[in-house]
């Protein structure tokens, strides 16, 4: 994939990707959907792709060297500890904690669906670090847990989806007096929102991007039952309810696309994708 320029092709050429953007990722994702594994051979897994941009934006040289750029050569794979049991994916509802003990954070909690986490060779953790702090988005600090730190454990993983039983991937990990240096920090104390949103940014389209890559896998299986399928009255696809169907599957299936498509990537900036969308639907409208 590297010598037909189609790796990692979600980072800038300075991190060995192609610097496409956003457009021409989505589109890729959108191919790789249809396939468990593609994402793997192509070097933009879930959630690897994502955690790569967290240090290439917010990590030290050092940092890189030791985490950054084996997950970019596909080396190892990571973890991103966000979500808690009761909290879900707010936030602002998060316990778990990191405080300073002399040149080290301690970090005590717990941490819900962390993927990969089972084989991962390092973790980045959101913690509450200031509870204190007025902005309550500037309480929280993201920190880099190598795998197989004290006081880390994967209490047990479950599957989501296509995960087979027994092979879940998705760990809930405890904390219990797990400590890493001081300089595990990832970008500023107090700035875990920032760096969240940088992940998250670009990832929320890819993510959907490889749905609707799911979604046309079960919409060719429908097709094929439906001509393959005989009743009394010829193939199941002859009939004209579920001709409607099909058709209205096609129809929600390509809204979505659309809506994807011509989503910015961040709030900050309007991608190209959304400029080409707006040019197709002004032309369609005369």
């Keep these: 994939m590297r010598a037909r320029g189609l790796w990692a092709c979600h980072l800038g050429p300075e991190l060995g990707g192609q610097g496409y953007g956003q457009l021409r990722p989505a589109l890729l994702n959108e191919v790789l959907g249809g396939s468990s594994w593609a994402p793997t051979i192509f ?132 904390f219990t007096g797990a400590r890493v240096p001081a300089d595990a920090l990832l970008g500023e104390e107090g700035q875990a929102f920032v760096v969240a949103q940088t992940r998250l940014g670009g990832g929320r389209i890819h993510h959907a991007m490889r749905t609707i890559g799911q979604v046309r896998a079960a919409f060719d299986m429908m097709r094929e039952r439906a001509v393959s399928r005989s009743t009394r009255a010829g193939a199941l696809g002859s009939l004209q309810m579920v001709q409607e169907q099909i058709a209205d599957s096609w129809i929600e299936i390509e809204q979505f696309r659309l809506l994807v498509c011509c989503a910015p990537p961040g709030s900050s900036t309007r991608s190209r994708t959304t400029s080409r969308c707006a040019r197709r639907s002004r032309r369609s409208r005369h």
């Design 43 to 174: 070097g933009c897994r879930a959630p690897d792709s994502g955690n790569a941009e967290i240090p290439a934006h917010f990590s030290t040289p050092e940092q890189q060297d030791r985490y950054l750029q084996p997950l970019l050569d596909g080396e190892v794979c990571s973890t991103y500890a966000m979500t808690e049991p009761h909290a879900g994916a707010d936030p602002l509802l998060f316990t778990t904690t990191a405080r300073r003990d002399g040149d080290e954070w301690v970090i005590d909690g717990e941490k819900w669906f962390a993927t990969n986490a089972r084989f991962a060779a390092f973790l980045i953790v959101m913690c509450v670090t200031d509870p204190d702090a007025q902005d309550p988005h500037r309480r929280m600090s993201m920190l880099l847990v190598p795998a197989g730190t004290p006081g880390v454990e994967v209490v047990r993983s479950v599957g989501v989806g296509t995960d087979r039983p027994g092979e879940g991937t998705h760990g809930y990990l405890r």
